[in-house]
């Protein structure tokens, strides 16, 4: 398995500001993904956070406003840019191991409250 | 087109009885299909996952599912409950014919376990 660090675990944010979540991995790992969550609602995959190279976007959700970084196969960071109250919201990072066939493993998420 | 359908957005049982959380698929391929547990301010953890083989997977906890080909279904059960099994229960599926097999996730089911 691996054990992912995702920092910081919460943070209250104005409007109009900029907020980087950063995720470590204690190991190497072939993808590295970051989800948003409402509260009690399901996941929305924003990107894949690919290494070297740009991430890929899903629908909906633009590199503009969530610039993501993976300089290295254990390290990503995640920016909420200019912020809004809809952007509340956890943020979580997903990697996959080799050796895990198809599993994902999972930070404990980024709780954010624009006010 | 891929989804993940989670009938129930709540389950409630009594300690010491069995449940069920109900969780039906679809996919253009053969799928992989996983279960999560999310307690309250953590991320998601990893029960259990069908790839291939028998239909019936064991995982974490106690808990185990069945994978059903013709009713496209993969529920999760557990004989008998916990009250430290209340949690917010994600499915989840993979298409293993689509190059890049991203994660669809249900909209969760919320189990209560009364004592």
């Known amino acids: 398995s691996a054990v992912i660090s995702q920092k910081p675990s919460r943070d209250i944010c104005q409007r109009g500001t900029s907020l980087t979540i950063q995720c470590q991995v204690d190991s190497q790992v072939t993808m590295m993904f970051w989800y948003r969550q409402q509260p009690g609602q399901s996941l929305t995959l924003i990107a894949t956070?690919?290494?070297?190279?740009?991430?890929?976007?899903e629908s909906g959700f633009v590199i503009d406003k969530f610039p993501i970084s993976r300089p290295n196969l254990t390290f990503s960071t995640l920016t909420v840019s200019n912020m809004s109250p809809e952007d509340s919201s956890i943020y979580l990072c997903?990697?996959?191991?080799?050796?895990?066939?198809?599993?994902?493993?999972f930070g404990q998420g980024t709780r954010l409250t624009v006010v | 087109a891929q989804s993940v359908a989670q009938p129930e957005d709540q389950v409630n049982v009594a300690e010491g009885n069995p449940l069920t959380v109900k969780c039906t698929y679809s996919?253009?391929?053969?799928?992989?299909l996983f279960w999560y547990v999310q307690y309250p301010n953590r991320g998601l953890q990893f029960l259990l996952k069908?790839?291939?083989?028998?239909?019936l997977v064991k995982g974490s906890y106690g808990f185990e599912a069945e994978f059903n080909k013709s009713q496209t279904s993969f529920h999760l059960k557990k004989p008998s409950a916990l009250v430290s099994d209340s949690a917010l229960y994600f499915c989840a599926v993979r298409d293993r014919n689509v190059g890049f097999n991203k994660f669809y996730f249900g909209s969760g089911t919320k189990l209560n376990v009364k004592p």
């Open positions: 996919v253009s391929g053969n799928p992989y």
């Open positions: 069908y790839i291939t083989g028998d239909n």
């Open positions: 997903s990697v996959e191991v080799s050796g895990r066939f198809a599993e994902a493993f």
């Open positions: 956070a690919n290494q070297g190279s740009e991430a890929t976007y």
